[in-house]
């Protein structure tokens, strides 16, 4: 496909965009899908430098590879579960299902790239450089982390946030000290908390109250086992596979397994950060199981780790490798913090039913500071050596 | 003991000085550039705070309350010298911090050089000011109480002051917009670390 009609197309068009051209101060919109379409023929001469076919797009790319399982899970989910809230039986694995999801999660997804790629290319008009791609990962988190039922607007009001506060004024892609996807739920979660929290907020339709049936709860399991019901939890199999309610594509823990073998398999997501942040998880729980005083401490150990947001957040949202640490020593701490904070939040602090998101934030902070201790720890250790 | 345990965890997480009241940001924006400074600082303000505050709690207790004279004589029991507490603490404070700035300067003359003028400056500090009214109204019921809530709301100070230090080293280079460089981004960052701090809000201990 070498010179195809579309890379014709590009050149053909392209002087327009150069200085001086017609549409020279669109040039960095141009540049921006020039390289999404192709990959750009422009290498460096001079100097030692490394080729390789891994570049920030692909790399994005593969990240949202990683995540289609759980978006195809989440979309079957959204149907199952409106379908069970109205009476009717549709199996798990059916069209109907599917379709349902689908016509309520595309729109996320479409309204978080529009916006976000938006915000992204109004930044780099503005201050003339090349467009960040780093909303790829983002623009697909983020349908993935809200309740289905979210306004699309409030969805573009926080992206705007995020992406404009969280990652552009720090200096765009790679600069950002916070995760934009998470900054997007903090800044939902605190401005908007009537459609970010609740219990009928998680199934497709059910806020507006359309034919529920009677005694349907729409309760996630971490309310459940929040408000003491443990005998109504729905069984380890289920919450395993994802039929339970929750945000969209955090539910089945099965489906973000995949994606993390995909994220480890290509060295994309740090398997240290996973590993540890789940150590952290279980210990946690482990220690709250021993002081069990209240029925949500008594929740078995493991069962946190398919509950809630817990396995999403740990695969996709710590091992960002932008806002988690830098150092090898430092990306243990980090997991193993991010793991008990979460644990910690979520069963003791009652204002919360999930304590993935602000532990990750949390962790987000201090960061940086982890990393500068690793490092100075290092500069010591080799300094002995050498007067020693 | 658990109690003592508790006071100091909402002391230095749930009622972060800093990110959750916003006390004592002048010396928190200004000193936060480098990790090792703000170190220095955070340690100083621990130092400070474990001293006023017993203090204060003293002076409180067996001076100004209602009554609280009444161990000298039975007579003094209506006494209420209530109006002084600010003048009192605020004395302490500045005593304490003169005591801090001697013994930094003689123990590490390159930290009380970096740390300049913001020395002396924690007298004013609304973080040292605001531990001791803090203490005068949750009304603790010991020493031992108020010197947990010191080291706790300290700890939290340092906490704080190192996370933003460690963060402004990062981003040292980043292409902030020239707007926003220095202390427009560092409000920003806070902002954005009070979020994070929102984890421990609503905890009950």
Known sequence: MKNGKLRQFVDKIKPTFDKGGKLGFLKSTFEGFETFLFVPNTVSLKGSHIRDSI???RTMALVVIALLPA???????????????QGQDVAFWSGQALWYGFIRVFPLIVVSYIVGLGTEFAVAQVKGHEINEGFLVSGMLIPLIVPVDIPLWMLAVAIVFAVMIGKEIFGGTGMNIFNVALLTRAFLFFAYPIFMSGDKI?????FKGENVVDGFSG?????????????????????????????????????????????????????????????????????????????????????????????????????????????????????????ILAILVRVINPAYPEGMMLAILFMNVFAPLIDYYVVQANIRKRLKRVTA | MENLINIFVKGAFIENMILAYF???????????????????????????????????????????????SWISPKLAEVDLGFLSFILFIAVIASIVQLTEM?????????????????PLIAVNCAILGGALFMQERAYNNIGEAISFAMGSGFGWLLAVVGLAAIREKIRYSNVPPALRGLGITFIIVGLMGIAFMSFMGIKL
């Open chain 1, 55 to 57: 570049n920030l797009k």
């Open chain 1, 71 to 85: 978006v195809l899970m989440g979309m079957l989910n959204t149907g199952y579960q409106h379908f069970l809230s």
């Open chain 1, 202 to 206: 998680w199934i497709g339709g059910m």
């Open chain 1, 219 to 339: 309760a996630t399991p971490l309310a459940e086992a929040a408000a003491g019901n443990l005998d109504s939890l729905p069984s380890s199999m289920d919450m395993f596979m994802g039929y339970i309610p929750g945000s969209v594509g955090e539910t089945s823990t099965l489906a973000i397994l995949i994606g993390a073998f995909i994220l480890i398999y290509t060295g994309i997501g740090s398997w240290k950060i996973m590993l540890s942040a789940t150590v952290g998880g279980l210990l946690m729980g482990l220690l709250l199981n021993v002081f069990a005083v209240n029925p949500f401490m008594e929740v078995p150990f493991w069962q946190h780790m398919i509950m809630g947001g817990f396995a999403f957040e740990v695969v996709f949202m710590a091992t960002d490798p932008v806002t988690a640490t830098q150092t090898e020593t430092g990306k243990w701490i980090y997991g193993f913090l991010i793991g």
């Open chain 2, 23 to 69: 006390l004592g940001m002048c010396s928190y924006l200004a000193v936060s550039k480098t990790v090792k400074t703000s170190m220095g600082l955070g340690f100083a303000v621990i130092f400070v705070l474990l001293i006023t505050i017993p203090v204060n709690f003293l002076i409180e207790n067996y001076i100004l309350q209602e009554g609280a004279l």
């Open chain 2, 103 to 119: 013994i930094i300067e003689k123990i590490s003359p390159t930290l009380y050089n970096a740390l300049g003028i913001f020395l």
